[in-house]
């Protein structure tokens, strides 16, 4: 794709993501624009070397400055089949740009480098919503609030049943271990794959951690019973807040409140280093994760997300909690762990 759409004096073209001074101007518009972590190059970066999936991009650009921004993933299963994606193991993303017909023309721009690249579906997770798409405000919601400026404001502004819990929590025989060192790494991957398969979820590869560990501000946070991993988040920082995104514990955990403990650990860790807000990112809506995080105190805010899918084609259907695939989250979760985290990440990673 060559300048495919010009309007004003303004054209759209593929990015160069392998040119570093194309990536360093991106990045800088996406800080300008105050776009989220999903937004920048970086996180294309991790995905295609952690998964595969390949890092692409649209750039609106005019009198030789950028003006929109368009990050994708080309996302690739035999499962769920292929498609564009803004952005690939992302929760946020979609377009960024300065006008509306500028947004209006990187979405015409991505209709097409789908269907060059053999996609039916385009999906954006937020940003500008194209005219004419399937637009969903129903299907998730975000929760983000500010942190407060110590331990017991806190403790206080969570209501009073989970405060309960996180208090039940702080006295139980646990310790907390932040960093991401090898050992870090290999413990949250071990919590994090059996909840997810207790959950139905085949796990992501442990290289789609590894290179966001490397590429982003990132790190992870540990609870400990006895020396034994229980509970594990890994948690990215960008503009202030601190998101924790890929978090899970064992079977042992719920009668340790281990989840509760490490949560508010995060948040006494986030203030240390400088956060001012928790983004505890988004949850299906009316879901067991939704509820948990207003009995915190979070509030749901509706997400709005766009897709386009060819004509003549069926929409894509990769999300594990859909009724389709009920039957396969069942199965799932009677496979010993062993089975689970061998296959797993050979199906998660188109599954972004």
């Known amino acids: 794709m060559n300048a495919p759409f010009a309007l004003a004096g303004e054209t759209i073209r593929a990015a160069d993501l392998r040119e570093p001074d194309e990536v360093a101007r991106i990045e800088a518009f996406v800080a300008e624009r105050e776009g989220s972590i999903f937004h920048r190059p970086a996180w294309l970066a991790a995905v295609e070397q952690g998964t595969g999936q390949k890092a692409l991009g649209l750039v609106a650009e005019k009198a030789g400055a950028i003006t929109g921004w368009l990050p994708l993933s080309r996302m690739h299963s035999p499962i769920f089949g292929s498609a564009m994606v803004s952005s690939g193991f992302a929760v946020g993303g979609g377009i960024l740009a300065l006008r509306s017909e500028s947004a209006e023309a990187l979405a015409r721009a991505a209709e ?22 399937d637009i969903r405000t129903d299907s998730h919601c975000g929760f983000e609030r500010e942190l407060a400026p110590d331990d017991e404001a806190q403790l206080l502004a969570i209501p009073r049943k989970q405060r309960a819990e996180v208090r039940k929590g702080l006295e139980q025989d646990l310790t907390v271990h932040v960093g991401t060192t090898p050992e870090d790494r290999a413990a949250h991957y071990a919590v994090y794959a059996e909840s997810v398969r207790n959950l139905g979820t085949p796990v992501f590869p442990r290289a789609l951690f590894e290179a966001m560990l490397d590429t982003l501000d990132a790190d992870i946070l540990t609870i400990r019973h006895g020396g034994r991993p229980v509970a594990s988040v890994l948690s990215f920082y960008h503009r202030g807040a601190v998101l924790p995104y890929w978090g899970g514990g064992v079977a042992a955990a719920r009668a340790l409140r281990a989840n509760d403990r490490m949560y508010f650990e995060l948040m006494r860790h986030a203030r240390v280093r400088g956060c001012t807000s928790f983004d505890f990112g988004r949850s299906k809506t009316n879901s067991g994760a939704w509820h948990f995080k207003k009995n915190w105190g ?8 766009a897709s386009w899918t060819a004509p003549g084609t069926a929409k894509r259907d990769a999300d594990p909690t859909s009724t389709r695939h009920a039957a396969r989250i069942a199965l799932w979760r009677r496979l010993p762990l062993a089975v689970a985290n061998r296959i797993g990440p050979i199906i998660a990673r188109g599954l972004g």
């Open 298 to 305: 979070f509030e749901p805010e509706p997400l709005a997300y």
């Open 112 to 133: 097409e480098l789908a269907l060059r690249h053999s996609c039916t579906t385009v999906e954006l997770r937020g940003g500008t919503l194209p005219q004419g798409w």
